[in-house]
């Protein structure tokens, strides 16, 4: 069974710091999404990795993928109240008919101005 | 909007009752997803459906029924549920083309009684 155990589970921060969520796994997957889920809707995807070693900025927001396709990371610098909610990675294993998303717990991130 | 259509957002429903959940997407995705959140668990898949062709069954129990009439629309039909089985049910929709990012619908919030 692959399971994907990310941390911190629960953040809580002042504007301005910056943040580190890690995902980890024994499992290889072929790609690793991170998504972002706000109270009453569904996940949005924030963005995919899918080489090892890869890095990906979104803004604020600098993703990591392991070099072995295991971990990934989200550093998120000088986080702003607007950052809050719930952030999820999800691996999957190899896009074939019948594969899906296997999620980790989530990190609920509060930033406080 | 996400491009996928949910209904209803919210159902209370009685213990031997039978209602529907719906989802809907017109993005030309070709492979549909019912996942169950719970609290403090993480998204659990329910079923895959490839071109039309349901997957995998994840071991749900019987009272959840699926049904993928075209490639366009999933239902899921609930029957006899337990108040175990209230949590926000989400329908995501991903194309088997390459693209590996998932779109969630906003999802369906239940609660048994």
């Known amino acids: 069974t692959q399971l994907l155990e990310q941390s911190p589970q629960f953040l809580s921060i002042q504007e301005g710091e910056n943040l580190t969520v890690y995902c980890n796994s024994s499992s290889v997957f072929s790609s690793l999404q991170w998504y972002r889920q706000e109270p009453g809707e569904g996940p949005v995807l924030l963005v995919t990795?899918?080489?090892?070693?890869e890095v990906k900025k979104l803004k604020r927001l600098t993703f990591q993928f392991g070099d072995a396709r295991k971990d990934s990371s989200l550093h998120i610098t000088a986080a702003q109240p607007g950052d809050t909610g719930l952030y999820l990675c999800a691996g999957e294993a190899f896009p074939q008919a019948g594969t899906a998303l296997i999620f980790g717990k989530g990190t609920t991130l509060s930033v406080s101005s | 909007e996400t491009g996928v259509t949910q209904t209803p957002r919210h159902l209370v429903m009685g213990m031997t009752n039978k209602k529907s959940l719906k989802c809907e997407q017109h993005?030309?995705?070709?492979?549909m997803y019912w996942y169950k959140q719970s609290a403090k668990k993480p998204l659990e898949l329910m079923f895959v459906y490839s071109l039309e062709e349901r997957v995998e069954n994840n071991s749900v129990p019987s009272r959840f029924s699926p049904e993928c009439p075209n490639s366009s629309h999933l239902f899921l039909h609930l029957h006899t549920l337990q108040p175990e089985d209230s949590a926000l049910y989400l329908c995501?929709?991903?194309?088997?083309?390459?693209?590996?990012?998932?779109?969630f619908g906003s999802g369906t919030r239940l609660t048994v009684v």
């Open positions: 993005l030309g995705h070709n492979a």
């Open positions: 990795v899918v080489t090892g070693g």
């Open positions: 995501a929709s991903k194309s088997m083309r390459g693209d590996y990012g998932y779109t």
